[in-house]
């Protein structure tokens, strides 16, 4: 059936699915029907990235057409890779003149802009969910009551918190990606006796820098709360479970889900290397409190490990980062009561956990700790959109369902280093959209091979990759390691690279034409030198990479 026959319905649903910038570029003025259809359904409008001309044109459409303003029910504007767009939509602009504005999103703003929005939030009168990442933002300055059910910030200090919930009476979802209590020591006595959050269902936490004393105190603004995620990166004083069971039982009654992922780095001096010894033995000790019956039993909540010299993590499962660093020196324990078989490829890690069984122990506590001499580092910073993160209020694992998780899911960006490809590997990623290879630390074995990406085959599906960046590699055995990862990779769009490592393999014409085909982004981490006077070198380069958009 031709585009142009579909039924209205039927398009509708399909434009509801654009960027309003994209859809207007595509579909504007090539017929009457169209014109009016995307002029009729509520419309999704996100700046970020786009070109000053169409950011431009579309901006002065909008200011000759009230009733294309009021359609606009989500907002996303950024300054992240440009310094004049939020400025330049302010003046064009009030946000009171979007009337039905449901969502509002703001990237990078300067101090001079960020009091310009607040002080227009409290008349948008339909505004339920509010994004704002930056650090500019005068939070502690809100003193309107503002409706809003949907609050995501990028850093806040406790009692900024404590103020800002006070004019957010009716949130429902939280998140935040740091807070800090900034070294103060909170006392009750001091705050409101009355909860002052009482609707907030959800609250996510990127990095939670305050002392668990502190966040008791704080979780006593919240009793309603039934969905828990924090993530920290050094801070020892989450480990201690007891405490989170009786926080758990005496402040947040109604949780159904708690996810973690606490994570400590310890400083070791050199030579001190009995001390760090200890500590990894002590910080096992505490990760045993985890495997209680309130935890497995009846919160349903199961946990993995992982060590290395000066690191110690535990989080839930499934593994709730979408970030993750895989380097040597891992060890890694698994609760034994969770079938690590992944769905995404049921035979391929079986053979590879057979292959690798005689290196594999079970410890006293019910744990399957695999040490190939690897070192793991997770990285806690990236934070998940609310519709990527957002989790239904249900128990976390079923207990009919053991054998169906996807450990490693929400995992989308991974570094993994080339070394840990000579061994045997436990892990599968079945998500990722961006992987960072990091060549060897022993001299003559930097090069990525051929070998090197089967084996990367068996721990990542790649089908979904959008983009690869292979800066820190030097070589590559032959075009066929990189032809292999554009067919496994048909979403592939993006790739950081030196350029000698590429150019090199420009004789191959089936490389090329993928290289055209396919990359619309291109990351140059070194300079031309090497051929600055090859002029055909340069010029084959442009050609191949003629369809770069940005």
Known sequence: MKFELLPNEILLDYFGYFNALDLFYAYDGLNYRLNKLIRILPLHLNFQYANKSKFGEFCRTMSLNEELRSQIYSLHLSNQETDFQIEAFLSFFSLDQFTNLRSLSITEINSTDSTKIKLMLSSISKLQTLSIISSDFPFNTINETLLIKNLTISYCFLNELYQLLQHMSVLKYLNIQCLNDDGYSYDTNRLNNTPCAIHLKELIIGDLQCTFMNFKIFVKQIPNLQILTIFTRKNRDMFKANLWEHLIRSSLPHLITFNFNFGYIYDCIYGCIYGCIYKRYLYKYMFDGFQTNFWQEQYNCFTEYINDKQSIFVYTLPYISNTFELTPNTTRYYNTMINKTN?????????????????????????????????????????QSITDIKLKKRKRIESNNYNKIDIFKNATDLTLHLDILTKQCSYYFSNITSLRLVPSIILGQRMLTNQHIQIVKTIVN???????????????????????????????????????????????????????????????????????????????????????EY
């Open 343 to 383: 769905e995404s490829d049921d035979e391929i890690i079986i053979k590879k956990r057979k292959q690798s069984s005689n290196d594999q122990q079970v410890n006293e506590k019910g744990y399957q700790y695999i040490n190939n001499e690897y070192k793991q580092i997770i990285s806690l910073l990236d934070i």
């Open 462 to 548: 790649l089908f979904n990759l959008k983009h690869l960046n292979i800066e820190r590699l030097y070589g590559i055995e032959n075009s066929l390691v990189l032809l292999e990862i554009f067919k496994q990779s048909p979403k592939l769009s993006s790739i950081t690279f030196i350029p000698k490592a590429i150019i090199r393999l420009f004789n191959d014409d089936e490389l090329c034409k993928y290289l055209n085909k396919m990359i619309k982004k291109i990351i140059l981490t070194d300079y031309f030198e090497y051929y600055a006077n090859n002029s055909e070198k340069i010029k084959q380069f442009c050609q191949i990479f003629s369809n770069i």
